[in-house]
């Protein structure tokens, strides 16, 4: 070993990160410019808001150092001269709030969004309540924060999936803001640049790789996605994204499905494993326009052969939804995965008995489930609505310039599905209270 080069760059090594650490100590909070236009905008926000007199916003750091430093930055130009209280949380530290301490994790968020967190029954004594949170990824997913309406990423993370899983704790059912806003702090660097940082980093790991034991590479998994991730970053910089659209490539049918997970999870840990629930469950629930459920059936299927190739137009293959209304049009169709979800959550929120008014409708026009003939030619309409769609995308699919999905699968009707449970919205006998 070459001892002597390997001081000197030890040495050269050294006189770098002292020159660097004296840089740094020149950026002073009121010399950095990022600092000062995020309190710009947070500012703007409170005196302009978009929603009545919704003053709240939601900053995300992914950095707890960063996350703090924000909050000891903010606390004198928000709280002490305009009365605006702040909230941090991160997953390092113990939660802090400019109301003062013994606040807890569950508590500051509650005191963030009072309505989502259900404030009234949790901590009815309590008064105060938070304007601004701070926070890292440590929230980033499963919390509900729909309270607010303006979110912001002072720092861009290299996956945009967590972005959008940022974006999520405000975008949802339940919110009553008419608009939410997001705002991204972009580097100060092209975004080619911000990428290619990445690829150079992951090249060298892949050299270190090969130099040492093989099993070293703790980017492997992630390294042949650069480019993917650059198209996906640059949709979030330069267009304005549809959340819903399965087809944007940001593979935005998969960011909110996490919530749906944590659901399901906190459902079985209550109530126990469903894997042996037996098939052809169903449930009842009135119409409710206003929330999008109109009279039909929403349909839970199961394609019967499970090697068959995942089809990229439905995330949850082997399984599969479809909403009818009762005149057989498709409501909602199997590519639409969030959507349906979010109308099945929010179809019996709240609601632990089944709902008379709507499930004596159902029995009376079933004679109490013996003719479920009806539902039969539902069904089969849906499972024919379903392949008609597959096919139209999978020709669609020819002519979009990449791998085609024709020929990869093909459905030829009900015998390739079974069906797992589903869903009956119907006109309720009489009014619901509440």
């Known amino acids: 070993m070459d001892t002597i080069s390997w001081r000197k760059d030890l ?32 500012l703007n926000k409170i005196q302009n808001p ?46 802090k709030t400019t109301l003062g301490d013994g606040y807890d994790f569950q508590k500051v968020l509650t005191l963030f969004s009072p309505q989502s967190k259900d404030k009234d029954l949790v901590f009815p004594n309590e008064s105060a309540s938070i304007d601004v949170l701070i926070g890292t990824d440590c929230i980033s997913e499963g919390q509900n924060l729909q309270d607010c309406d303006y979110l ?70 992630q390294a042949g996605d650069t480019a993917f991730r650059r198209e996906q970053l640059r949709k979030l910089q330069d267009e304005i994204l549809e959340l819903e659209d399965a087809n944007t490539g940001v593979s935005i049918t998969d960011l909110g499905l996490n919530d749906f997970r944590m659901d399901l999870l906190s459902y079985m840990e209550t109530y ?3 894997a042996s629930a037996p098939k052809g469950l169903h449930a009842v629930v009135p119409a409710d326009p206003a929330k999008g459920l109109q009279p039909g059936v929403i349909f839970a299927l199961r394609s019967v052969d499970e090697q068959v190739k995942v089809n990229r137009h439905n995330r949850l293959h082997p399984h599969y939804l479809v909403y009818l209304g009762n005149d057989g049009d498709v409501v909602a169709d199997h590519t639409e995965v969030k959507a349906l979800l979010d109308l099945i959550r929010s179809s019996a ?66 015998d390739d599905f079974e069906l797992i449970a589903f869903l009956a919205i119907v006109e309720p006998e009489e009014p619901l209270r509440g």
């Open 272 to 274: 126990g494993d469903i």
């Open 349 to 414: 929120r709240g609601r632990i008995e089944p709902i008379a008014p709507a499930f004596r409708v159902f029995n009376a026009a079933t004679r109490e489930g013996v003719d479920m003939s009806a539902y039969s030619t539902l069904l089969n309409q849906a499972i024919g609505s379903l392949i008609d769609v597959t096919e139209q995308r999978d020709i669609d699919s020819l002519f979009a310039g990449a791998r085609t999905t024709a020929l990869e699968q093909s459905f030829a009707g009900l």
């Open 50 to 95: 978009i929603n009545g007199d919704n003053k709240k916003v939601l900053l995300f750091s992914a950095f707890a150092d960063t996350a703090n430093y924000l909050y000891r930055e903010l606390q004198p130009a928000l709280s002490g001269r305009r009365g605006i209280e702040l909230g941090l949380v991160t997953g390092s530290t113990r939660p």
């Open 152 to 221: 912001i990423n002072y720092d861009i993370h290299w996956n945009p999936v967590r972005i959008i899983q940022r974006f999520g704790r405000i975008d949802r059912i339940g919110s009553a803001n008419a608009t939410i806003q997001m705002v991204n702090f972009w580097p100060d660097i092209s975004l080619d640049e911000y990428i290619n940082l990445k690829e150079r980093v992951e090249n060298r790991m892949v050299i270190a790789d090969l130099a040492a034991t093989a099993d070293d590479n703790l980017l492997t998994q």
């Open 11 to 42: 040495s050269n090594d050294r006189e770098t990160l002292r020159e660097l650490v004296d840089a740094i100590d020149q950026v002073t909070p009121e010399h950095d410019r990022k600092l000062q236009r995020l309190k710009q905008e947070i």
